[in-house]
């Protein structure tokens, strides 16, 4: 029977929840109830977490209180989305409750566990139950309940806690009318459950592999996890190419050419940089790779190896030496001149970056839908901004809470966050910034401003599901609005008329249009040209956004 643990195990046990929930991942993005590219729970959280794991991993002899800060520390600043910004704030209220402690046993872990979901509830402004929150919550309640009943055994009392919070996780679908629709239970809640789990396994003295690479730090390809350990070879030629684009190639593409691999191979890496396609696949016909990849461009560089022959085959090294070489050295920037007051932006795609520059951003962290910049992220670009006020605009619902955290931790400015949720909230909170006036007075202007913008925007369907009444296929065309999906179908440009549809409503004025970069300039002045004769009393403004995944976005002020 163990008792009590130290910091030592505990730093074996974190390491360990760390290591599965990266691995489980993509299993929880799949959770994610709206079929976009672009959900993304598994791997913020994964992020989030790996961040401070890093630092975790670099201790040889840890004490608790610097175990603790790394863990509060690390996990703060990496934390991306609002399922990472929670569990970084379950680590923050767990690790500051044991952090003078020597030893814990289960009355310490009993209020750690509560003071981490106290913690985390008051970080969210709206509190949800049947999310993460809920999960966590009633592992709580099943630690304070075995730590007054008396249990001593730690190995009874996190098998018992896990137990129920999984039971907790599994009723989430009846306190979500959207996961039940969906068939599917909380992706932060599972993905916490990962961590409680792998710390579990550590616990019980399972052979685990406790150390953190840099790349396990960021998203891992499939590849990776298919090829890493395969004693026996399934495939013989390992098949590797650059594509020199002559058509287009967008992330749809790329999901489709990626599909087509997986169905004739395995360990498979697709590395899109601008013009060029990096390509790896382990198959046993690569002219059927090659005859599939001329169809996008010429190749060059092609190399196949019969690993048969060469049992030792080197796997594909050089992606992350060729994606930094491809980003080049980062230029010395020169510091802002002083200001009163300065903005922050998140945007993706150069024709949005652009607009936000042209309206008086001060500096634009990229990431946007694609990639949930960081509480880091956030805090870097503060550091740059020389100003005594920095507004931040999130422009994305599931950055709002990294952007407070943000705020939180700055003490020399002062930061304010207009809780933007979409790209045009954003535009419309900078444009109904009026210089002459206070500070509080213009952030209560902008807040109030937003709240006048409708937004929806077009993408399409990574899976099967059916949500808000509506039965998607993989690969269908979807308008997202504020609330939910607005349309569905199989061409942009109706699913994307019917959207605008449903969101006008009378006093709409002006109609706003981005078109991504997967849309041509003349497809999208048809389209400009339809809604002006849909609705001709309402200013129609076309603006190229380049956006990525997103094929319009359009707004209804």
């Given at each position: 029977m163990t008792n009590t643990i130290d910091a030592k195990i505990l730093a074996k046990m974190f390491l360990a929840g760390a290591k599965n929930l990266e691995s489980k991942k993509e299993w929880i993005n799949d959770l994610n109830v709206f079929p976009v590219p672009d959900g993304d729970t598994g791997t913020n959280m994964t992020l989030t977490i790996m961040s401070a794991a890093k630092d975790v991993a670099s201790m040889e002899e840890p004490d608790m209180r610097s175990l603790c800060k790394a863990i509060s520390s690390g996990s703060l600043r990496g934390a991306r989305g609002n399922s990472g910004v929670i569990l970084s704030q379950l680590f923050r209220g767990f690790t500051k409750s044991i952090r003078d402690k020597q030893e814990l046993d289960i009355p310490v872990f009993a209020d750690a566990i509560e003071k981490a979901v106290e913690t985390a509830y008051k970080a969210v402004m709206k509190p949800k139950e049947g999310t993460i929150l809920t999960v966590a919550k009633g592992a709580a309640v099943k630690a304070r309940q075995l730590a007054d009943e008396g249990c001593e055994d730690l190995g009874i009392f996190f098998e018992e806690v896990i137990k129920y919070a999984d039971e907790v996780l599994e009723k989430t679908p009846e306190m979500l009318p959207v996961l039940k629709q969906a068939g599917v239970v909380d992706s932060g809640g599972q993905?916490?459950?990962?961590?409680?789990?792998?710390?579990?396994?550590?616990?019980?003295?399972?052979?685990?592999?406790?150390?953190?690479?840099?790349?396990?730090?960021?998203?891992?390809?499939?590849?990776?996890?298919?090829?890493?350990?395969?004693?026996?070879?399934?495939?013989?030629?390992?098949t590797e190419f650059i594509i020199l684009l002559s058509r287009n190639f967008?992330?749809?593409?790329?999901?489709?050419?990626?599909?087509?691999?997986?169905?004739?191979?395995?360990?498979?890496?697709?590395?899109?940089?601008?013009?060029?396609?990096?390509?790896?696949?382990?198959?046993?016909?690569?002219?059927?790779?090659?005859?599939?990849?001329?169809?996008?461009?010429?190749?060059?560089?092609?190399?196949?190896?019969?690993?048969?022959?060469?049992?030792?085959?080197?796997?594909?090294?050089?992606?992350?030496?060729?994606?930094?070489?491809?980003?080049?050295?980062?230029?010395?920037?020169?510091?802002?001149?002083?200001?009163?007051?300065?903005?922050?932006?998140?945007?993706?795609?150069?024709?949005?970056?652009?607009?936000?520059?042209?309206?008086?951003?001060?500096?634009?962290i990229e990431g946007g839908q694609t990639m949930n910049p960081s509480t880091e992220d956030m805090l870097n670009a503060i550091e740059k901004v020389n100003a005594d006020t920095v507004f931040i605009l999130p422009n994305n619902k599931n950055i709002i809470l990294a952007a407070n955290q943000a705020q939180m931790m700055v003490e020399d400015k002062k930061i304010i966050?207009?809780?933007?949720?979409?790209?045009?909230?954003?535009?419309?909170?900078?444009?109904?910034?009026?210089?002459?006036?206070?500070?509080?007075?213009?952030?209560?202007?902008?807040?109030?401003?937003?709240?006048?913008?409708?937004?929806?925007?077009?993408?399409?369907?990574?899976?099967?599901?059916?949500?808000?009444?509506?039965?998607?296929?993989?690969?269908?065309?979807?308008?997202?609005?504020?609330?939910?999906?607005?349309?569905?179908?199989?061409?942009?440009?109706?699913?994307?008329?019917?959207?605008?549809?449903?969101?006008?409503?009378?006093?709409?004025?002006?109609?706003?249009?981005?078109?991504?970069?997967?849309?041509?300039?003349?497809?999208?002045?048809?389209?400009?040209?339809?809604?002006?004769?849909?609705?001709?009393?309402?200013?129609?403004?076309?603006?190229?956004?380049?956006?990525p995944i997103y094929y319009y976005i359009i707004s209804a002020e």
């Open positions: 993905g916490l459950m990962q961590v409680l789990k792998g710390a579990y396994d550590a616990f019980q003295g399972k052979e685990i592999d406790f150390s953190i690479s840099e790349s396990e730090g960021k998203a891992a390809t499939k590849a990776s996890a298919q090829s890493n350990g395969d004693t026996e070879i399934k495939y013989g030629y390992c967008n992330i749809k593409h790329e999901m489709d050419f990626k599909d087509y691999l997986e169905s004739i191979g395995d360990s498979i890496v697709v590395v899109t940089d601008d013009d060029v396609v990096k390509v790896h696949v382990h198959t046993n016909d690569p002219g059927l790779a090659i005859q599939k990849a001329l169809k996008y461009g010429a190749l060059s560089n092609l190399k196949i190896d019969n690993m048969r022959l060469e049992h030792q085959e080197r796997l594909f090294k050089e992606e992350k030496a060729s994606a930094q070489k491809a980003a080049g050295p980062k230029e010395k920037e020169a510091p802002m001149p002083h200001k009163e007051v300065g903005f922050i932006a998140v945007s993706v795609g150069e024709g949005i970056n652009e607009i936000f520059k042209g309206l008086g951003v001060d500096y634009i966050v207009i809780p933007t949720k979409t790209v045009p909230q954003g535009i419309t909170a900078i444009i109904n910034y009026v210089p002459d006036m206070p500070v509080e007075e213009n952030e209560e202007t902008m807040k109030q401003e937003i709240g006048n913008v409708k937004t929806g925007q077009v993408t399409y369907a990574v899976r099967d599901t059916v949500i808000d009444d509506k039965e998607i296929k993989q690969g269908d065309y979807m308008g997202i609005g504020d609330t939910g999906i607005l349309s569905v179908g199989g061409q942009v440009p109706e699913v994307s008329f019917n959207m605008l549809k449903e969101m006008m409503d009378e006093g709409r004025e002006l109609i706003s249009i981005y078109y991504g970069a997967d849309v041509s300039a003349d497809e999208a002045e048809a389209f400009r040209a339809r809604i002006e004769a849909e609705y001709p009393s309402c200013d129609i403004e076309l603006q190229y956004g380049g956006q």
